[in-house]
């Protein structure tokens, strides 16, 4: 191991230029291998669960790179949590009680342009939030609304009553 520490400096911030280089080159290609065992899920539609993970991951590596964390612990407890994150995101496709433990449920916020105002004020929305993301969806009224739900990664998704019909 002795080589590895003249490679990437010792472990407290005191690494010469050309060692943090080093780490650079080390940790670009675990950063895109974590992501890649993560799955794209994890920077897509975000539950807590991704979150988490991105912020330590992301936090890991860059103490990792400064040189203010252990190289190769720190290393291998990042991709343990990965790995057990990616073992959680397929653990949800079998257990329902799991997977609205970890991404929580969607919520009808309208239906057939009717507000559920319990609704907006228990997610911590505004009538403005609502009809922004209405706006997003191309729709204009409440009431051309069939279904607005705010979905578990944090998204209002919206199917207009002239959508609906079509189904």
């Known amino acids: 191991m002795s080589w590895l520490t003249a490679l990437v400096g010792p472990d407290d911030g005191s690494a010469a230029t050309w060692q943090f280089c080093v780490r650079a080159l080390l940790l670009l290609p675990y ?3 974590c992501i890649r065992i ?4 994890t920077f897509s539609n975000l539950t807590p669960l991704d979150i988490f993970v991105a912020i330590v991951v992301g936090s890991n590596i860059s103490r990792t790179m400064t040189g203010r964390a252990p190289f190769l612990p720190t290393l291998a407890a990042t991709l343990l949590l990965v790995v057990l994150h ?8 079998h257990s329902n009680l799991l997977a609205r433990f970890i991404k929580g449920r969607p919520v009808e916020l309208v239906r057939d342009g009717k507000i559920d105002r319990a609704a907006l004020r228990s997610n911590h929305l505004s009538d403005d939030d609502l009809i922004e993301a209405l706006r997003m969806e191309q729709t204009v009224r ?5 279904l607005a739900t705010f979905e578990r990664g ?3 998704s919206v199917v207009p009553k002239s ?3 079509e189904a």
């Open 86 to 93: 990616r073992m959680l995101a397929m653990a949800t496709v």
């Open 163 to 165: 959508k609906a019909r």
């Open 31 to 33: 950063g895109i291998l």
């Open 38 to 41: 993560a799955g794209r899920r």
């Open 154 to 156: 944090g998204k209002i």
């Open 142 to 146: 409440v009431e051309d609304v069939a």
